[in-house]
C-alpha cells in the first residue's frame, strides 16, 4: 500500500504539543510495521520544513531531515503537475485550502493513491481514505 504523507501528519509526530501528535506517533508506526510505502510531493517537503523551522525549531527541523524524511519516497512536481494544482487551487477559490494541498490531491489522482496520511478534512473531502 501506498500512503501520502501530507504536512499537517509531519507536523503532529514532531509536535508533541499537537492534538494529534499521540494518533500520528501511533499511525506512523503502524505504517511502517505493515510496509506501508510513505510518499509525498516536494511542495510538502517544502511546506513542512518551512512550518517545522518556524513553530518547532531548527533542532526538530534536524530530526525531521535524519530521521523523518529518509523514510519518506518524494514525487517531484513538475509544470503539468503545478498547472492542474493551480487550477484546481484557483477553483475552489477557499482560503483556508493551500497551492500545496490542491498539487497534492491532483499528484494523488496522479498516482493513483487513496490513502492519505493526514490530519486535514480536504483529503476527505477530496476522496481519499485516511490513513487509520
Not at 510496509?35 to 517537503?45: F, P
Request: glycine content about 4%.
Amino acid at each position: 500500500m501506498i500512503c501520502y504523507v501530507d504536512t499537517s501528519a509531519i507536523l503532529a509526530y514532531l509536535d508533541k504539543g499537537d492534538a494529534y501528535h499521540n494518533q500520528a506517533v501511533t499511525l506512523w508506526r503502524k505504517s511502517l510495521d505493515e510496509g506501508a510505502r510513505a510518499l509525498c510531493s516536494n511542495y510538502v517537503a517544502l511546506e513542512s520544513s518551512a512550518l517545522i523551522q518556524r513553530r518547532l525549531g531548527m533542532q526538530i527541523y534536524k530530526t525531521f531531515e535524519s530521521h523523518f524524511r529518509p523514510l519518506l519516497q518524494f514525487h517531484w512536481v513538475d509544470a503539468d503537475l503545478h498547472d492542474r494544482g493551480v487550477a484546481l487551487f484557483l477553483a475552489s477559490s477557499r482560503r483556508n485550502l493551500s497551492l500545496t494541498d490542491c498539487v497534492s490531491f491532483e499528484c494523488m489522482r496522479h498516482l493513483n493513491i487513496h490513502y492519505a496520511f493526514a490530519f486535514d478534512k480536504h483529503f476527505e473531502e477530496q476522496g481519499s481514505t485516511l490513513y487509520s
